[in-house]
């Protein structure tokens, strides 16, 4: 089977999961994914992460805070990630940002956290890998703050094959408008569509696919959660990026195995893995 696939961010730690890691494994190496990214959410799912990375090699790794994890956090946690993203195949910063869905949102801490993981991801040169919900102005501003698209940034990786800027920030995810999603490319960011973009009422990230060149976009199935039709209603797995990658596909008029390949390919290039 040709492998083509790419799932930029799932969760293969997730406690959704306890019931049948092995087999899960299992079905994702029978599958078309090549790659897939397993993302820490806190310091353990991050050295998690690392260690499926390691075990695995279809499997990279993130290691991050994600935001409502933040509060309460210590330079101790910050000495803990810088730790867990020095080890192999722990591929990028994430997932970090905002979340102010909930009235009781810690904001504060979780825009503390967001700049010093920035900040952070910036020092080591890494990609960074951003969650955004309900909080679109803050997250554009703490990222331009805190040099997520500065020159100094752009200076660490190559840009892309068009000759512009690369910046290595990727909106997981992405549920904003098609103009933020131009604003973020612009700036050099990458747009990562997960499975919502089939659901009947994803007017808005249809019009983000559609207006969005392909040479920026990612799939992802932030599995466990967030699974795309015609498997909505059971618990999301890797390999049912295959139907997000199909919607793309048809979203832009081309076929599914264009889509796939030029996903994989951006993918693979926004984590800086080579063959």
Excluded at 123 to 144: G, N, V
Excluded at 190 to 215: C, F, H, M, W
Aim: net charge negative.
């Amino acid at each position: 089977m040709e492998k083509i696939l790419f799932d930029t961010h799932c969760h293969l730690t997730d406690e959704g999961y306890d019931d049948g890691r092995e087999d899960l494994i299992s079905e994702i190496e029978r599958s078309q994914i090549r790659y897939l990214v397993d993302i820490g959410t806190d310091l353990e799912s991050s050295e998690r992460a690392a260690e499926n990375a390691a075990r695995y090699p279809f499997c990279y790794a993130a290691a991050g805070f994600w935001p409502g994890n933040t509060t309460g956090l210590g330079d101790g946690d910050l000495a803990g990630l810088r730790r867990i993203l020095s080890m192999p195949r722990v591929a990028a910063v994430g997932e970090i940002g905002l979340d102010y869905h909930y009235e009781d949102t810690d904001k504060e801490s979780q825009q503390l956290w967001f700049a010093r993981q920035i900040k952070l991801a910036c020092e080591l040169a890494l990609p960074i890998c951003i969650h955004s919900r309900d909080a679109d102005d803050d997250t554009m501003r703490i990222l331009k703050e805190n040099g997520a698209f500065s020159k100094e940034r752009l200076a660490c990786f190559p840009p892309r094959a068009d000759g512009s800027p690369d910046a290595r920030v990727l909106l997981h995810c992405f549920s904003g408008s098609a103009e933020l999603a131009r604003q973020y490319v612009r700036l050099g960011a990458d747009i990562s569509i997960a499975g919502p973009v089939t659901y009947k009422n994803a007017r808005k990230t249809v019009e983000v696919v559609q207006t969005v060149d392909l040479s920026r976009l990612t799939a992802e199935t932030d599995a466990p959660y967030l699974t795309p039709v015609p498997m909505r209603g059971r618990r999301n797995l890797p390999v049912y990026v295959e139907h997000t990658v199909r919607k793309i596909a048809e979203i832009k008029g081309i076929s599914y195995e264009e889509a796939a390949m030029a996903t994989l390919e951006n993918g693979m290039r926004f984590y800086g893995i080579k063959e």
